[in-house]
């Protein structure tokens, strides 16, 4: 199994920027796809972007393409959020998931492992 942890989320304003980080322990990092997602209590978990098991292949959803960037080093077993000129209505909670690699980076979903969340929070 694969355990995953996120952090970085927080308060800021509009405008500011955040990098997320999820580190994953347990099997071979490099077996996963790895995606971000987001919830707030009042819309259903919305998918954000993907990076595939190398790194070579991205997938940003259109709602947030071109503030949102993923990443990942597999040396360190971290996939990384950048998220620049962050909105109010970015607040929500931020989940890292990760699924095997079999799946078409479009694809949402699939993903069989999820962290706990990391809270961030934009300020008007």
């Known amino acids: 199994q694969v355990q995953l942890v996120e952090s970085g989320g927080g308060l800021v304003q509009a405008g500011d920027s955040l990098r997320l980080t999820c580190i994953v322990s347990?099997?071979?990092?490099?077996?996963?796809?790895m995606a971000w997602f987001r919830q707030t209590p009042i819309k259903e978990r919305e998918f954000l972007a993907a990076?595939?098991?190398?790194?070579?292949?991205?997938h940003v959803a259109e709602a947030v393409a071109g503030r949102f960037t993923i990443s990942r080093d597999n040396t360190k077993n971290t996939v990384y959020l950048q998220m620049n000129n962050l909105k109010p209505a970015d607040t929500a909670v931020y989940y890292c998931?990760?699924?095997?690699?079999?799946?078409?980076?479009?694809?949402?979903?699939?993903?069989?492992?999820w962290g706990q969340g990391t809270q961030v929070t934009v300020s008007s």
């Open positions: 347990g099997r071979a990092f490099d077996e996963y796809s």
């Open positions: 998931a990760a699924r095997p690699p079999s799946y078409t980076i479009h694809y949402s979903g699939g993903y069989t492992a």
């Open positions: 990076v595939a098991w190398s790194g070579g292949g991205t």
